[in-house]
């Protein structure tokens, strides 16, 4: 079973649309990071939240943590075919001391 | 952050056969981990490695199989051994050189065994 779960799992768009990642849990995490990973590479780090209700901007994307904790959200506003990619969500487990992915969405961005 | 430099980039093996996977940071780092993933999907912790113990491996995962070096704080090795073509797909390392804030990955090897 998968700790953290992403939607939609798939998403296929026009460039210039916008579109919302969800990333959810019914666990508490002590923060929580998002990867895009292009193919042939590792995943790279966008953002890191660790406050709840936390809200992080990085040009056209701005990430979420929930009130709770348990929960994130990546908005990506006017798309480019330079965001198609796949993207992780990763919560800290504080307890167990380790991160856990999500189940991953890939983007595609059409131009 | 710290640069991850992992190899080989990909091979094809034989089944029957082993392959060593190696990383080497540009920077001392206490924890190193290594992770299994199938294209275009989630990461799955294999083992976590500390210079000077035994790695820690996730259920699901033996030492036999995944037998791992951690001789010092800047390179890892993961093996895959008697590989079979259901231990065909891309293997990570990682390091948590950014702490709570976040690991730094490798460029991944993608392995095909036939």
């Not at chain 1, 590792?42 to 209700?53: A, I, N, R, Y």
């Not at chain 1, 943590?65 to 929960?71: H, Q, T």
Request: glycine fraction near 8%.
């Amino acid at each position: 079973t998968q700790l953290l779960e992403q939607s939609p799992q798939f998403l296929s768009i026009q460039e210039g649309e916008n579109l919302t990642v969800y990333c959810n849990s019914s666990s508490v995490f002590s923060s929580l990071q998002w990867y895009r990973q292009e193919p042939g590479e590792g995943p790279v780090l966008l953002v890191t939240v660790v406050t709840g209700g936390e809200v992080k901007k990085l040009k056209r994307l701005t990430f979420q943590f929930g009130d709770a904790r348990k929960d994130s959200s990546l908005h990506i506003t006017a798309a480019q075919p330079g965001d198609t990619g796949l993207y992780l969500c990763a919560g800290l487990n504080y307890n167990f001391n380790k991160f856990y992915f999500g189940s991953g969405t890939k983007l595609n961005v059409k131009p | 952050s710290a640069v991850i430099s992992q190899k080989p980039s990909r091979d094809i093996c034989q089944r029957g056969t082993s392959l060593t996977i190696q990383c080497q940071v540009d920077s001392q780092v206490t924890m190193m981990f290594w992770y299994r993933q199938q294209p275009g999907q989630s990461l799955t912790l294999i083992a976590t490695a500390n210079q000077g113990s035994e790695a820690t491996y996730e259920s699901g995962f033996v030492i036999d199989k995944f037998p791992i070096s951690r001789p010092n704080l800047t390179f890892s090795t993961l093996t895959v051994s008697n590989m079979s073509p259901e231990d065909s797909s891309i293997y990570l390392c990682s390091t948590d050189d950014r702490g709570d804030y976040g690991y730094t990955f490798g460029s991944g090897t993608r392995l095909t065994v036939v």
